[in-house]
């Protein structure tokens, strides 16, 4: 008798082991970017990085280079938890404010006044999905 309790307590922690580890993978895992929203944050972040513009993130302006490099490492790290489904989700998430401090970022261009980069970011969408013309 002792000898199968032993058995059976064995094939139990096996099975919640598997389940567990099942779970755990499941929590983990994310899908990855759909190839066509991928596109689109691509072009974007050459669009930004190619405006010439200036990006304010907590009240210190970066080149539009270093905003690139900022907003992707912010999509990298979004990438490794959930799955972005939509360049304006990327926007939300990863490009329109400081995940430290909850501020707004800001694109300023030129002399013209500065504008929230969410604002920002979807205008330069809209000239993206025009087509051709608008691209970089």
């Keep these: 008798m002792n000898l199968r309790w032993t058995r059976h307590k064995?094939?139990?922690?096996?099975?919640?082991?598997?389940?567990?580890l099942s779970l755990l993978a499941s929590?983990?895992?994310?899908?990855?970017?759909s190839a066509p929203v991928r596109a689109e944050i691509d072009a974007l972040l050459a669009r930004l990085q190619c405006s010439g513009c200036q990006f304010d993130?907590?009240?210190s302006w970066y080149s539009a280079a270093e905003a690139k490099d900022h907003v992707?490492?912010?999509?990298e790290y979004i990438e490794g938890s959930s799955t972005v489904r939509s360049t304006e989700q990327f926007i939300e998430l990863a490009a329109s404010r400081s995940s430290?401090?909850?501020?707004?970022?800001?694109?300023?261009?030129?002399?013209?006044?500065?504008?929230?980069?969410?604002?920002?970011?979807?205008?330069?969408?809209?000239?993206?999905?025009?087509?051709?013309k608008g691209k970089p």
């Design 10 to 20: 064995v094939e139990m922690k096996q099975i919640l082991s598997a389940l567990l």
């Design 27 to 33: 929590l983990t895992v994310a899908s990855p970017t």
């Design 57 to 59: 993130r907590n009240g």
């Design 72 to 75: 992707l490492r912010k999509l």
């Design 100 to 132: 430290f401090s909850g501020k707004p970022y800001h694109v300023k261009c030129g002399t013209e006044a500065a504008v929230e980069s969410q604002q920002w970011l979807s205008e330069q969408l809209v000239v993206i999905r025009a087509g051709p």
